[in-house]
């Protein structure tokens, strides 16, 4: 149990306090007070005061954090701010959230997603500038009888070019952009004989066992890879590279978990791959048991989806806040308080649904209701 709770605490300390303090920077640099940067909830355990008059802490419960603003008495967006300047003075005013430009209160909010994005491009960057990036071509070196892949046209010896519009750059590519394709058929861009050919595949739904042993439904197109001319192709990159891919790695991961929660929301997808903080924690544990590295991987995919999640428009994550933001930037002012209330009750109501539906799902996974 411990080697798969004190991995999951790590990563989420880390990927936490990475999205609080891309709120904390943001607000010193705008000249907003912070009083208390706290990574967990509930009762500290410990703490320490800066400079500043920052209370930073660690509190009990480990799944979260949040950085407190000087002023702040409730998560709306003030309207009368006439009220809230009478109660402090001059100097104390200067470090009210709430009375700050619209576009900073904005960068604020969004500085906190933003530094997720921000450390998974770091690891991503650091694992392609000193580990390196594979960039064997894709071979198919078998199709097996009656598959997919034979029933669409695949043959042996094909070189794998794109899937689903997406460069095959490495043999790697391959499994990712098949388990994220969302269509009922996939689409295979091959090279054969010095010809380039389009082929539509349409997969099979197995239940099956991940690289870490757990039951996933996997879409199997019935194939098997090898490198071209058994050449294993793995570079490291120069920065100026390894930018760009981790960038591109960025974005493709956050478009295809979009995607995904499309398939959701059109109830076309399989809900039952939606996991929470036990499912997470079970992954993260079984990945740290392989190697620091795969276990840094993965706390850049957290801190991607974290930094998603929190962009979403539903009030009490920080999307919530920007679309207050967009409302205010329209009509010229903030909702009423009271049109926020109506809409934090459905975002609450949104995020426990969200929660138990995943910890069932969690808990099914580790199979308690089997």
Not at 39 to 53: A, P, S
Not at 124 to 142: C, L, M, W
Not at 151 to 159: E, R
Request: proline share 4%.
């Amino acid at each position: 149990m411990l080697t798969y709770i004190i991995p999951f605490i790590v990563l989420i300390l880390v990927v936490v306090f990475i999205h609080e303090y891309g709120h904390y920077y943001f607000a010193r640099r705008y000249g907003v007070g912070v009083t208390d940067f706290s990574i967990g909830f509930g009762k500290e355990i410990f703490g320490w005061n800066d400079k500043h008059g920052t209370r930073w802490k660690i509190c009990c419960i480990p799944l979260g954090g949040y950085v407190k603003f000087f002023g702040d008495r409730n998560v709306f967006s003030q309207a009368d701010h006439e009220k809230i300047l009478k109660q402090y003075n001059k100097e104390d005013q200067e470090k009210l959230f709430v009375i700050k430009p619209l576009y900073q209160r904005a960068l604020i909010v969004f500085g906190g997603p933003l530094a997720n994005f921000l450390l998974a491009i770091v690891i991503f960057f650091s694992i392609y500038t000193f580990i390196g990036k594979d960039f064997t071509p894709a071979v198919i070196n078998e199709v097996q009888k009656d598959s997919p892949a034979m029933v669409g046209g695949l043959k042996n010896n094909d070189i794998i070019l794109e899937i689903d519009g997406n460069k095959v750059e490495s043999i790697m590519d391959v499994s990712k952009y098949i388990t994220t394709s969302i269509g009922d058929v996939i689409d295979f861009k091959v090279e054969r004989l010095d010809e380039e050919y389009l082929l539509r595949i349409k997969p099979n739904i197995v239940l099956s066992d991940d690289n870490l042993g757990n039951k996933i439904n996997k879409r199997m197109v019935g194939i098997k890879l090898g490198a071209y001319n058994n050449e294993i192709n793995h570079v490291k990159l120069g920065p100026a590279k390894a930018l760009i891919h981790s960038i591109k790695e960025v974005y493709f991961v956050s478009a295809s978990s979009l995607k995904y929660i499309g398939t959701m929301l059109t109830g076309t997808g399989d809900s039952s791959q939606l996991g929470g903080p036990i499912r997470i924690a079970k992954i993260t544990g079984q990945v740290a048991e392989i190697g620091i590295l795969p276990f840094i991987s993965i706390m850049a995919y957290i801190s991607i989806s974290l930094g998603l999640i929190n962009l979403f428009p539903i009030p009490m994550l920080d999307g919530g806040h920007l679309m207050f933001y967009a409302f205010e930037k329209v009509l010229g002012r903030p909702l009423s308080q009271k049109t926020q209330e109506g809409f934090f009750r459905i975002g609450m109501f949104l995020l426990v649904s969200l929660m138990f539906f995943t910890t069932f799902n969690d808990l099914k996974d580790l199979g308690l209701f089997n």
